[in-house]
Structures are given as C-alpha cells and as structure tokens.
C-alpha cells in the first residue's frame, strides 16, 4: 500500500470517527431534548388533568348550589302555599261564624278601635242590613262599661268588603276589615305559624 492510500484510509477512518463521535452527540442532545419536551408534556399534562379536575369540582359545586337553591325555592314556596291556605281558612273562619260570636267580634272590633267614640261603623251591606243595630248596641255598651265614650252610630253607607268593619269620622278612617286584619295578622304571626306548621 502506497502512502497516499495510507492517508487516504487514516483520513476515511477519522472522518469516520469525527462523524461517528458527531452522530453520537446530536443523538445525545436529541435523547436529551426529547426527555425535556417529554417531562413538560407530563407536567402540562397533568397540569391540564388538574385544572380539569378542578373545573369539574367547581362545576359539581355549581350544580350541587343550583340544586340547593331550587330545593329551598321550592320547599319556601310549599310552605307559602300552606301558610296562604290556613290563612284563607282563618278568613272563612271568621266570615261564618255562628251569628252571636260574629256580631260579639264586630262589637269588639267596633269598642276596641274607635277613637272617639262617635264614629261612624260601616259594614257590608249584608251585615249592615241582618246585624248593624245589634253590633252597635254591643259596641257602645262595652265602651261604656270600659269607661270610655259609647256613641258609635250605624252608617248610612255600605262598604265593599266581605266581612268586619271601618269607622268613620269626619277626619279619619279606620281600617278592621278581615282582609286588612288578617294581612297584618300574617305579618306579625307568620314566623310563629310557619313554626307551628312545619316544626
């Protein structure tokens, strides 16, 4: 083998070595950037899963609130619907009493909400026509026996109203209608009915 053949192969064998070692190394960085980007998609994997999870917590919280809510809406409302009903039946209640505790009611009414003494009672025209002289004789009689003034007169006018009663006087107007009473009454006792009933 002459020298250059010699150089030739030493020169083949190197360059065989330098892109052997240059092989090796693109391999080694590549192994190694393949690792990072193979580690940072676990990590945004599991960054993702975990942000999904909590997504999906929220949303479940979200669901479970909704529902929760709609339950409470839905049992306030059962119970809105009982207290309207008891208190509709108080106001039937009290429409059909038997005629002596009816006209004993409107006379209590009458003694106990006049001011004066000298108002006007009105009441519908039914109860003015069957009971109105008798209701204001019970009035003033129990004011008198209170020791307060008892010159309540039966109006000449009706009211539009189902049951109880207004006084007048030229100043003023008092309001015992059952609708009105028991609208105030529902004020005052719903907390304690609603503990009565549901309790």
Do not use: W
């Amino acid at each position: 083998m002459n020298g250059i053949e010699k150089i030739l192969d030493k020169l083949q064998a190197e360059s065989q070595a330098e892109a052997e070692a240059i092989l090796a190394k693109a391999k080694a960085e590549a192994d190694a950037i393949t690792a990072r980007f193979a580690k940072q998609a676990e990590q945004e994997k599991a960054a993702a899963m975990e942000k999904g999870k909590k997504s999906a917590e929220e949303r479940q919280d979200r669901l479970i609130r909704a529902a929760e809510m709609e339950s409470k809406k839905t049992i306030l409302g059962a119970k809105q619907a009982v207290l309207d009903r008891a208190f509709s039946q108080a106001r039937e209640k009290l429409l059909h009493l038997p005629r002596e505790n009816y006209v004993s009611l409107l006379a209590s009414l009458a003694a106990g909400s006049a001011g004066s003494g000298e108002e006007a009672v009105v009441l519908n025209a039914k109860d003015r026509k069957e009971l109105g002289e008798q209701v204001v004789a019970e009035a003033n009689r129990l004011r008198t026996e209170a020791g307060k003034t008892g010159f309540l007169t039966l109006s000449g006018e009706t009211a539009d109203i189902d049951g109880g009663l207004l006084l007048r006087d030229t100043a003023s107007e008092v309001n015992c209608t059952f609708e009105t009473l028991l609208r105030l009454s529902r004020e005052e006792l719903a907390g304690q009915a609603a503990a009565i009933l549901f309790d």
